[in-house]
């Protein structure tokens, strides 16, 4: 399994900011690490969804759903990037699919 490389909580944080500011037009001012996903920033399923799909290019691996599904604010998406890229590089294989996604439904959700 290939290695990905090892970013800082900073470096990880940045590129979050950058993924919501970008991708849902979100004025970074108001992404802040204890700002809720879906309250505060007004994101939804289908957009945790294409942010943990950007995600797999830091940290190059299918999330886990069950652990996706509690990730709340924008500093626990960092930690969870954090532990994913820690999973990557440990050799840890990626979760299998659930049936959903198989047909390519996506499962992280609000």
């Given amino acids: 399994m290939p290695q990905v490389p090892v970013l800082t909580r900073e470096e ?28 505060e920033l007004d994101l939804d399923s289908i957009d945790a969804i294409d942010i943990f799909t950007q995600l797999r290019e830091i940290t ?14 924008v500093e626990e998406l960092v930690d969870f ?11 840890i294989p990626e979760p299998a699919l659930g049936p959903t996604e ?3 439904q996506a499962s992280p959700s609000a």
């Fill in 81 to 91: 990037v954090l532990r994913e890229i820690d999973r990557t590089n440990s050799g």
């Fill in 102 to 104: 198989k047909n390519g």
């Fill in 60 to 73: 190059g691996r299918r999330p886990d759903p069950n652990e996706a599904r509690a990730v709340r604010t």
């Fill in 12 to 39: 990880i944080y940045r590129r979050i900011v950058s993924i919501l500011s970008e991708s849902f037009e979100i004025e970074p001012s108001k992404i802040r690490p204890d700002a809720t996903l879906y309250e």
